[in-house]
């Protein structure tokens, strides 16, 4: 662990010593050697090859089907901090719900002065298409993946937050399916929250949205921009595991403000579309008339009562980089109550200040993109060389309002398999927040982990990888050369995660891969009696 | 289901048969090709396989000459043309990823373990002696899929679509490769060794020649051939089988949907009542190839029917 960033805040060793949530993990590490471990990283990869979980990557050439790497350390928080962090989620997508709904009404934050009004009214994802509209519910963000790093033991931060179509929850799934399947011992050896559920809980929040013309059980779809989109995977993987249907937009349409799917046995109407496309290409109607990925007349649909979006069209303008410094604010305004997750300090190279702030410093800091994702366009200043930093403070001269800059946070590392043996790499996490009828959050959520040694860029199209996530239920860890026996106050109870065998109906995904096979005898062909004759 | 769902269905059953069907109808003419004597009959029966595959007008735009390493090459791996293998796979698997849901877990992997073996091969897995293996290959792994499907796929709407575009496809390989042999089976035609290696080809092209003996006990015969591979119900490739499965399949979809019919039913029926109620004998009469052209054609229309009735998106 030599090459462990000196500042940064390792998950597994602080201070020396085994933090108590990695107890039982250091011991099985130390165990299993480097070896087999490796072993199970290449089983992992065959695993993920076959049932074809791919992530494309629009810059790449070469493979248009890229795995995400994935490592097979997993990343543990204890119940306790995970409480504390759940409780800070749902507090802020509360607040996000309500400044989306205050900022296409009444917008009082910005007749209070808690945030300037061109950040709302000139926002790019501002849809005046939404003003003066309640979506069912009152619902605006109903799926958020709040993206948050960590830099001490009680020390966690929000660094974005995704409102608009956030993905990855299906390696969040597939992960845990995968960690199941490769190391079944150490499950029996933990209690670890399941996250299986999340499907159904998302199911249960899209039928909890369904719109006031919506009679008898709603019918949900999920619209996906197609199979070459980088997400279809998990476009596929959640309506499979949803048990509804996977829809592109030319199999839907309006008639009447009503929305229809084409069928086999004719149109059948649509209540609740779970919507994996972007706004813009929603409906050539209301917005770019050139999609053709979209639902001629959906906003109107839409703005009927007849149909209810996930999320709401517009929602971008609360995951806006340009509005993030202000979401603290949001919490006091709309809640009443003080922010129970922290921002990153923010300079918003819009205000002369903080943009003087910024040139002096790219060295220190990191310079994004106000409008962008993907860890596309982004400066990491310690990181980058003379002329990288020179271009960024050419680009911020021309056009500050485009860039934001955030202090380089000490990210908090976790142990990850990499060639040279297990080292400390940067992770973050991304909780996903389901907001229906209520909040519900699925424990954990997708750790990212940057690979390259000292890389602070975790995101997916920039090399980064994946890991699995685990909450631990008490109790906490044996003491040191006490094995539990499986069975034995450690074997799964209900609701716990399934050891192995978990079988859907379905098709796709880890879980059919795992069958279990019960030593069941066979029938047997009876001897041949020879008068049937050889052939 | 979604009429897109239906479609991609449809056309993962037509791909994949036909990669089977071309890598069937390769081993039969490479088997030709070998014992033709002189030469020029080697490249009459290249250029027979490239016009039952319906890639000959296309591989004359490309190639002056037909040799055999360019046939090979066309029919094979070269992504240019529609109708070879690779592109087969490649449009077989395309279509399953779109409708990965609808599908078993083992059918996904027959095909998309096909398409991962297919990127790594190169140019000289179908040179000389590996092209018999390639070719037993690709047959077991279109058998491998048609066994996942036929094992593990609830029989409901979806393996309907699937297996439609299955006999359908298999119905026009069957039609087509008896119809450019049409010439060894005319009633003029003697019963010399040539003809009678044509009517061995075309029973290997369909693996029909232990079917044949099984059937009739006897040395092959040009009326009893043509009609294993169009009358008999027996042979699973035979046209009346297929067609007698297209059908019950448009049948069973019409009663899972409220009973709508189309055109495509009405087509169906009069193409399974006209083989059904057929004798050979006026079949052959009548002349074979305008009978087989004559199914060719209908099978494109129903094609078209099925599409416009089902796959489409049908709109009030």
Known sequence: ?535 | MLSRTADSLFWLGRYSERAGNVARGLAATLRMALLANPLSAAEEEWRSLMIATGCDPAFRTRHAVLTQDAAIQWLTLDPGNPASVAACVEAARRNARTVRTALTVDMWEAINDTWIEFRRLDSSAIRGDRLPGFLDWVKSRTLLFNGAAADTMLRDDAWSFLHLGTILERADNTARLLDVRHAAFAPEAAADAANYAQWQAVLRSVSALRAFQHVYHARLDPKQVAELLILRPELPRSLLACYSRVEQTLDAIASTSGGARGECHRLAGALHAKLRYGRIDGLLADGLHEFLTGVIDQNIALGHEIGSFYLNGRQP
């Open chain 1, 1 to 535: 662990m030599a090459d462990r960033p000196a500042s940064a805040f390792d998950e597994m060793h602080a201070d020396g010593v085994i933090r108590p949530p990695y107890a039982e993990m250091a011991r099985f590490l130390e165990a299993t050697g480097q070896d087999a471990l490796d072993q199970k990283r290449r089983e992992a990869e065959v695993l993920f090859r076959r049932i074809g979980v791919t992530f494309a990557v629009y810059t790449e050439g070469g493979d248009p089907e890229r795995l995400i790497p994935f490592d097979v350390i997993p990343r543990i928080l204890s119940r306790e901090e995970w409480e504390r962090l759940a409780k800070g989620l749902e507090q802020r997508v509360r607040a996000l719900n309500a400044f989306l709904a205050d900022a296409y009404g009444p917008q009082e934050i910005i007749k209070a002065g808690r945030i300037p009004a061109e950040l709302v009214r000139e926002n790019e994802g501002f849809l005046p298409q939404m003003v003066g509209f309640t979506p069912p519910g009152g619902v605006y963000t109903v799926i958020s993946g709040i993206d948050l790093v960590r830099t001490g033991p009680d020390e966690f931060y929000v660094l974005e937050d995704n409102c608009r179509t956030p993905s990855g929850v299906s390696y969040m799934l597939e992960n845990r399916e995968a960690m199941l399947r490769l190391f079944p011992d150490v499950f029996t050896r933990h209690r670890i929250a399941p996250v299986s559920h999340y499907p159904e809980e998302l199911l249960e929040t899209l039928k909890g949205i369904a719109p006031p013309g919506c009679h008898g059980a709603p019918k949900v779809v999920v619209l996906t921009p197609g199979p070459y989109n980088s997400a279809y995977y998990e476009h596929s993987f959640l309506a499979d595991e949803m048990g509804v249907e996977l829809v592109e937009g030319a199999d839907l349409f309006v008639r009447d403000k009503v929305v229809f799917m084409r069928t086999t046995a004719g149109p059948q109407r649509v209540d609740v579309i779970y919507r994996r496309i972007d706004d813009d290409y929603l409906d050539p109607e209301a917005f770019r008339p050139d999609s053709a990925l979209g639902v001629p007349g959906l906003m109107a649909a839409y703005r009927a009562g007849n149909v209810a979006l996930a999320n709401a069209p517009g929602a971008g303008i609360a995951d806006d980089k340009a509005v993030y410094p202000f979401v603290p604010e949001m919490v006091r305004f709309y809640l009443g109550e003080e922010p129970i997750l922290s921002n990153v300090p923010t300079f918003m190279c819009e205000r002369e200040a903080d943009r003087d702030y910024v040139l002096a410093n790219l060295d220190k800091l990191v310079v994004k993109l106000a409008r962008g994702s993907g860890g596309y366009g982004m400066l990491v200043g310690p990181h980058a060389t003379e002329e990288q930093r020179a271009d960024f403070a050419a680009r911020i001269r021309a056009r500050p309002g485009d860039y934001i800059a955030q202090p380089t946070l000490a990210l908090s590392t976790v142990p990850t398999l990499c060639e040279t043996g297990i080292s400390p790499r940067h992770v973050d996490l991304r909780p996903f927040v389901l907001f229906g009828k209520g909040v519900r959050i699925v424990p954990g959520g997708l750790t990212r982990v940057a690979l390259r040694e000292g890389s602070l860029v975790v995101n997916s199209s920039q090399g980064g990888g994946t890991k699995d996530t685990w909450v631990l239920d008490d109790p906490p860890p044996l003491p040191p050369g006490e094995a539990r026996e499986p069975g034995q106050g450690a074997a799964p109870e209900p609701g716990q995660e399934r050891a192995a065998g978990g079988m859907s109906q379905s098709m796709g995904g880890m879980q059919q891969l795992m069958g279990g096979m019960a030593g069941m005898p066979r029938g047997a062909k009876p001897a041949n009696d020879g008068s049937a004759g050889e052939k």
